[in-house]
């Protein structure tokens, strides 16, 4: 596991509170995506702009390189019974460990003790319970006929997207709650930062001599998950596997050495580039698993600019925004995203942290 050193800060978490009234949390994506709002926000001086998300192509420059996530969200949130009772159950699968072996959380928990078995889809899907883990979740062994199918297939046909607890409407399309790009499966949540991507927008961005670079992180739901401790140098991040390719990093060196900047989009990207980069400043080719935690007083080795949403109040996703730029620049600006009515959180609007 790969963990930045803990860097001793005086901040808490509450230092990263602020209210946000509730009718700017979005609760559906806006109808074309790349029509999202747009802050691009100076991490320096704190000076603001606002723009519509099309625009981002005039913040970036020929040599650039623009990193992108291309894991893809599974329908992991499953609804099911008890083979022996009927009583419904509700699977939300975590993480892959096998090909049908996964961690899963499970509601109600209380009812699924290990060797029991939940059915899904009339039939079409059983779980086997194998174990209950630290913290809760179920180790599980999906049955199906494997010679008719695979677990993805099945997952497509009876499995739901698991949105953010935040939103409460119905999706009405499962594609815009994935990337145009998304690729490999098995993300729990969507990297948010680059639903606002169109393939035209992307073509348009090559055209300029922007390099757009694929990497791998797949998002779990421990990205929702709140930070119970007030130091912040005490709060455990959760860890997703990861994966950069020998040409990614290739590329992102040849961009950097040539001048280029190396922008994430999205918070996702920021942590796997950070934690595949040496203190040089060189990007490194490996796969693994990442807990790296960013907060105030992180020093940056890979990434020049950020692409992300607006994040939780008192969320690690936050507080790596703060350190990208700092705390009271970024507070200034959510402060000015409320005030002009700006759209919060999953589906809600971008901001470009230059």
Request: hydrophobic share 40%; glycine share 6%.
């Amino acid at each position: 596991m790969i963990t930045n050193e803990r860097i001793q800060t005086e901040l808490t978490t509450k230092d990263f509170y602020y209210d946000l009234p509730e009718e700017l949390i979005a609760q559906h994506p806006s109808e074309v995506r790349d029509m999202s709002r747009l802050m691009v926000i100076d991490r320096k001086t704190g000076e603001l702009e606002h723009k519509v998300f099309h625009d981002i192509i005039d913040y970036l420059e020929p040599g650039d390189a623009l990193v992108i996530n291309n894991s893809k969200v599974i329908p992991a949130r499953l609804y099911g019974v008890k083979e022996e009772t009927g009583a419904q159950i509700e699977f939300v699968l975590l993480k892959q460990h096998e090909l049908d072996r996964w961690e899963v959380m499970v509601r109600p928990g209380r009812r699924v003790k290990p060797g029991t078995s939940i059915i899904f889809g009339d039939g079409l899907l059983r779980a086997d319970v194998i174990e209950t883990l630290d913290g809760g979740n179920r180790m599980v062994e999906f049955v199906y006929d494997k010679e008719r199918s695979n677990i993805y297939d099945i997952l497509d046909r009876i499995g739901n997207m698991p949105l953010p607890p935040y939103i409460t409407e119905r999706l009405a399309d499962k594609s815009r709650y994935q990337t145009v790009y998304a690729k490999t499966e098995g993300s729990a949540a969507a990297p948010t930062a680059g639903l606002h991507f169109t393939e035209e927008l992307l073509d348009k961005i090559k055209a300029k001599g922007i390099a757009v670079v694929p990497v791998m992180l797949h998002v779990g739901l421990g990205t929702f998950r709140p930070v119970k401790v007030d130091s912040l140098t005490e709060h455990v991040m959760h860890s997703e596997y990861f994966s950069v390719s020998e040409e990614a990093a290739a590329e992102l060196n040849a961009r950097r050495a040539a001048g280029g900047r190396i922008i994430a989009v999205g918070t996702t990207s920021c942590r796997t580039l950070e934690s595949v980069t040496d203190e040089a400043g060189v990007v490194h080719a490996m796969s693994g698993d990442t807990g790296i935690f960013i907060y105030p007083g992180y020093k940056f080795k890979a990434v020049d600019a950020l692409i992300t949403n607006f994040h939780l109040p008192e969320s690690t996703l936050l507080m790596l925004v703060s350190a990208f730029s700092s705390r009271e620049i970024m507070m200034n600006a959510y402060e000015t995203a409320i005030k002009e009515r700006y759209r919060f959180f999953s589906f809600g609007d971008a901001c470009f942290i230059k």
